[in-house]
C-alpha cells in the first residue's frame, strides 16, 4: 500500500503493511494500547535503533496520559487490532525520542527511570549530564531527525480495567497506591512469604521515589517523602534477612543510613547481615552504634555481642578441627608414601639377591 499522509497531522505518512482485524476501536482517556515497535533511521541501511521484541515484553502506553512522545498516541490510535504499519515522522515529532527511549531501555532492565535525575525537566536533565548513557541516542540528540516507527497494535484494553504501571500514574494516584501497597507488604509477612512481601515494599518504594525526584531536595515535601521511604525500606530489609540475602541488606541499609545516619534499626538490620556472613568488625560498630542511639537496647545488643562472639569462636574452632584434620589426612598420605617407597625398595633389593645367587 502506497504511503498516505494522516489527516490533520503533518509531518507523518503511514504505510499499512498487515491488516488489522475489525473496526477501528475507540479510544477514550485512559485506554490501554499495548503494542510492538521498531525505530529505523530513515537512511539507505535503515538502521535499527530500538526492537521492543528484543526487551522481551511489548510496549505500554496510555491514552490521554500525556506520554513524552505525543505522536506515538496518533500513530497508534489510526490503527486496528493486529494491523501493522509503517510510520514515517519528520523530526518535529521525534526530537523527544532520545529520552523516551532511555528511559524504556532502563525500565526493560528493571531500573527506575528517574534515578539519578536532577530536580529539573527530562530535557534539562540531558543537557545537565551531556549523556544519555547511549552512544546512538546521544547522536540523535545532537542532530534531530526524522524516524521509521514500525508498529503492531497487538491489544487495546478498557480504561482503568488494567493494573497501573507506576511510571504512568499521577503524583496523587502513586501516593494513595503506598499504603495498600504497605499493607499488602505486611499481611504477606504474617502468611510467610517474604520475597512477594518484598516486590510489594520496593514498588511503594520506587513510587515514592518517583514521587520525590520532582520534588526540591530540601524542600518540606521532599523530606516527608523521604520519612515514608524509611519504613518501607526498612521492612524490604527484614524480608531480605528472613530469605537470608544479606548482602542485598547491607547494599540497601547502607544507602539509607547515608541519608538517616540515626535510624537505630537501620544499623540494626545492617549488623544482623554483618554477623550472618562473619563480617565481626562491622557488625559489633553496628551493634554497638544501636545501644548508642538508644540506651533502652544495651541489653539487646549485649545479647546480641555475645551470640556473635560464641558464633565466632565456634567458626574458629570449626576452621581449626578442619584445617588439623587436612593435616592429619596429608600426614597419613605421605605416611602411605612413604611405606609404599620402603615396600619397593625392599622388593628390589629382594629381586636383586635372587638375580644374585643364580650367578
Given amino acids: ?94 526530537g523527544l525520542y532520545p529520552i523516551v527511549s532511555k528511559g524504556m531501555r532502563l525500565i526493560a532492565q528493571g531500573k527506575d527511570p528517574l534515578e539519578g535525575q536532577r530536580h529539573m525537566c527530562g530535557m534539562g536533565n540531558l543537557f545537565h549530564y551531556h549523556s544519555t548513557g547511549f552512544p546512538e541516542l546521544d547522536e540523535l540528540m545532537r542532530t534531530p531527525q526524522p524516524l521509521i516507527f514500525i508498529m503492531e497494535l497487538l491489544q487495546v484494553g478498557d480504561p482503568m480495567s488494567y493494573h497501573r504501571e507506576s511510571w504512568m500514574m499521577e503524583k496523587d494516584e502513586k501516593l494513595s497506591t503506598v499504603p495498600l501497597l504497605h499493607m499488602r507488604g505486611n499481611a504477606l509477612v504474617k502468611q510467610r512469604q517474604f520475597q512477594e512481601a518484598a516486590s510489594e515494599y520496593k514498588e511503594a518504594v520506587l513510587l515514592l521515589k518517583t514521587v520525590q525526584s520532582r520534588e526540591m531536595p530540601g524542600d518540606a515535601d521532599y523530606m516527608n517523602l523521604a520519612r515514608l521511604i524509611v519504613p518501607l525500606e526498612l521492612n524490604y530489609c527484614q524480608c531480605m534477612l528472613e530469605l537470608h540475602e544479606y548482602y542485598e541488606v547491607i547494599e540497601h541499609a547502607s544507602e539509607l543510613l547515608d541519608k538517616h545516619k540515626d535510624c537505630v534499626k537501620g544499623y540494626y538490620k545492617r549488623a544482623k547481615a554483618h554477623a550472618a556472613v562473619w563480617n565481626e568488625k562491622e557488625a559489633r560498630r553496628d551493634f554497638n552504634m544501636v545501644a548508642h542511639l538508644d540506651p533502652t537496647l544495651a541489653s539487646l545488643v549485649h545479647r546480641e555481642l555475645r551470640a556473635l562472639s560464641e558464633r565466632m569462636k565456634e567458626k574458629y574452632w570449626q576452621e581449626k578441627d578442619a584445617y588439623w584434620n587436612k593435616l592429619d589426612v596429608k600426614d597419613a598420605a605421605d605416611e602411605k608414601e612413604k611405606k609404599e617407597s620402603v615396600d619397593e625398595e625392599e622388593k628390589k633389593d629382594a629381586q636383586e639377591d635372587v638375580h644374585t645367587g643364580a650367578w
Fill in 1 to 94: 500500500m502506497e504511503d498516505t499522509y494522516l489527516l490533520k497531522h503533518p509531518g507523518v505518512k503511514k504505510k499499512i503493511l498487515v491488516g488489522g482485524t475489525g473496526p477501528l476501536p475507540h479510544f477514550p482517556p485512559g485506554t490501554k494500547l499495548v503494542f510492538n515497535f521498531q525505530t529505523l533511521l530513515d537512511n539507505f541501511e535503515r538502521t535499527v535503533v530500538d526492537d521492543s521484541r528484543l526487551a522481551g515484553r511489548p510496549a505500554e502506553i496510555f491514552v490521554g496520559k500525556m506520554f513524552k512522545l505525543e505522536v506515538w498516541e496518533t500513530l497508534l490510535t489510526s490503527m486496528r487490532v493486529g494491523e501493522v504499519a509503517e510510520f514515517w515522522c519528520d523530526a518535529v515529532h521525534t
